[in-house]
């Protein structure tokens, strides 16, 4: 698919913001800003899901996260509704920076209202784009984040965590998420909450 001139300068400044985490990852044996890290490995998900993914989801991908470091959870009471907050902040806070930047590099506005509407995944059961970037996020957390999470979090409530993860995702990134090279622990877990499910 043949993106717009804008698009490339728009992947280099989202890098660009992303590449300024503090937060350093080892992965693949190199050192990585997570964010940025994060954001190639969801634009990676993207891609596989729909190898002719639309410019304005490939944007989305690229900022979901955009330069989350810089509101941290611990800035918000550790209770169910400051989480709630939190996430909602984020929310915005990612829209926001995002469509500052593609407005710089001289998008429309219609797409730029594109691209938010998937960062706050508006009409996730309508909208085909918004559930390709909820499988991809899905994927992302169980491909490289389900063993630091079943290595903290409780079996019973890592289950209901994964519960509400298989039902927010397609078919087809369900089957994707089966076939992934996870551990025997993880596996049975995530035997457990199908199983449950049921």
């Not at 800003?33 to 989305?60: F, G, N």
């Amino acid at each position: 698919m043949k993106y717009s001139s804008q698009f490339p300068e728009a992947i280099r400044r989202f890098d660009e913001e992303n590449g300024r985490d503090p937060h350093i990852v080892d992965a693949e044996g190199s050192a990585h800003p997570y964010e940025l890290l994060y954001a190639k490995r969801l634009t990676d998900w993207v891609l596989r899901l729909c190898s002719d993914a639309s410019e304005p989801l490939l944007l989305a991908a690229r900022c979901q996260h955009i330069c989350r470091w810089m509101i941290p959870r611990a800035s918000y009471e550790m209770t169910r509704g400051g989480y709630l907050r939190w996430r909602n902040d984020l929310k915005r806070f990612h829209a926001t920076k995002s469509a500052e930047i593609l407005r710089e590099v001289g998008y429309d506005e219609a797409i730029i209202a594109r691209v938010v509407d998937l960062n706050l995944k508006k009409q996730l059961d309508q909208d085909p784009d918004c559930q390709i970037l909820e499988d991809a996020l899905c994927l992302v957390t169980i491909q490289y984040q389900l063993s630091d999470l079943f290595a903290k979090t409780d079996p019973a409530k890592m289950i209901g965590i994964l519960q509400k993860t298989w039902k927010k995702m397609s078919n087809k990134a369900r089957d994707y998420a089966l076939a992934l090279p996870l551990s025997d622990d993880e596996k049975r877990l995530i035997d457990r909450a199908l199983a449950t499910d049921r």
